[in-house]
């Protein structure tokens, strides 16, 4: 056996002989919190036992954890690792209980979703619907974000799946992905905005209006870049950045501001119109991001396959409506 191989079997029997689940909870809380009488109390242990756990774990390690200072504590790079793996240890462990649960009641489960601006409005609300009204045991908590912030939330375990638009260039490590419908690009716009009166709104006359836009790190920026620079324009430049989807709508209500958002966006909007234009912002993929692997709960495959039934019926109305 090599000396690397040696080196990462004995940490490897350490942790074994010693680790302790409670450990992993502690571990993650003081990680959280960056002071460790905060994470003792939130998880109804003493002080001075919450300490003891800490430091009888770094010994074992032979590794130091945490960096003590008067304001508190902050991980180090080993303390990071493990916090990081312990959020993966516990999140299987939580799949376990659960699935000896649904096993046994077949109505149980929570589930953590990640949300991108295209599901906010239509698809993940309808399919919380449909997964209430059918299983009404499982708990669903939602995040709000971007690729760059939800992605490394499902690879530790604090996420159970993302849902919303696919990013161009797709997530590989440790993620699969699935595209569930492809949906078109509106530039939208209130009811009673003076471009509105255009038969046909041309990207020039986009180009001088107040936006709001998306980051510069999701794909549907880059594909309004990739517009205006076929067309020889420069980006707006009055422009406010935001994934908000309610601070979207209503800063688009009371102002004369435009927005590209996905098709389906609008129509839950009676108070937002699409414009009429000449030329095509492209296709964006709405889709689900998961872990890599089996570890998946019962609830989670339920509400996988609630998002997929949703998905068809809001393809099959959407082609119908045309």
């Given at each position: 056996?090599?000396?690397?191989?040696?080196?990462?079997?004995?940490?490897?029997?350490?942790?074994?002989?010693?680790?302790?689940?409670?450990?992993?909870?502690?571990?993650?809380?003081?990680?959280?919190?960056?002071?460790?009488?905060?994470?003792?109390?939130?998880?109804?242990?003493?002080?001075?036992?919450?300490?003891?756990?800490?430091?009888?774990?770094?010994?074992?390690?032979?590794?130091?954890?945490?960096?003590?200072?008067?304001?508190?504590?902050?991980?180090?790079?080993?303390?990071?690792?493990i916090i990081r793996h312990a959020k993966l240890i516990l999140a299987q462990v939580r799949h376990a209980s659960e699935e000896l649960l649904s096993l046994r009641e077949g109505t149980t489960g929570k589930i953590a979703v990640g949300t991108l601006l295209a599901a906010s409005p239509s698809l993940l609300p309808r399919s919380i619907v449909a997964l209430k009204r059918e299983r009404p045991g499982i708990t669903v908590s939602v995040v709000e974000g971007t690729n760059d912030k939800l992605m490394p939330m499902l690879r530790?375990?604090?996420?159970?799946?993302?849902?919303?638009?696919?990013?161009?260039?797709?997530?590989?490590?440790g993620?699969?992905?699935?595209?569930?419908?492809?949906?078109?690009?509106?530039?939208?716009?209130?009811k009673g905005h003076p471009l509105t009166d255009l038969p046909v709104v041309k990207l020039a006359d986009l180009q001088a209006q107040e936006w709001i836009m998306p980051p510069p790190e999701t794909s549907l920026r880059r594909q309004l870049e990739q517009s205006f620079r076929k067309a020889r324009l420069e980006l707006p430049t009055r422009a406010v950045e935001s994934v908000s989807i309610l601070a979207n709508f209503t800063i688009l209500k009371?102002?004369?501001?435009?927005?590209?958002?996905?098709?389906?966006?609008?129509?839950?909007?009676?108070?937002?119109?699409?414009l009429p234009v000449n030329f095509d912002i492209g296709y964006g993929a709405i889709g689900v991001t998961l872990r890599q692997g089996q570890d998946r709960s019962p609830a989670t495959n339920y509400f996988l396959a609630v998002l997929k039934r949703v998905a068809e019926e809001s393809v099959a109305g959407h082609t119908g409506g045309n």
């Open positions: 056996m090599a000396t690397g191989d040696r080196a990462s079997q004995v940490v490897e029997n350490r942790l074994l002989a010693r680790l302790k689940l409670r450990q992993l909870k502690l571990l993650i809380t003081v990680g959280e919190q960056r002071n460790i009488l905060r994470a003792a109390t939130l998880l109804n242990v003493a002080q001075p036992a919450a300490t003891k756990m800490i430091r009888d774990l770094e010994a074992t390690l032979g590794m130091q954890l945490f960096e003590r200072s008067s304001r508190g504590v902050t991980p180090t790079l080993y303390g990071e690792v530790v375990g604090d996420l159970d799946l993302v849902v919303g638009r696919l990013p161009e260039y797709r997530e590989r490590e993620l699969v992905q699935e595209v569930l419908y492809d949906e078109p690009v509106s530039i939208v716009v209130r009371e102002t004369d501001m435009v927005a590209a958002l996905p098709y389906q966006v609008v129509d839950s909007q009676p108070d937002l119109v699409r």
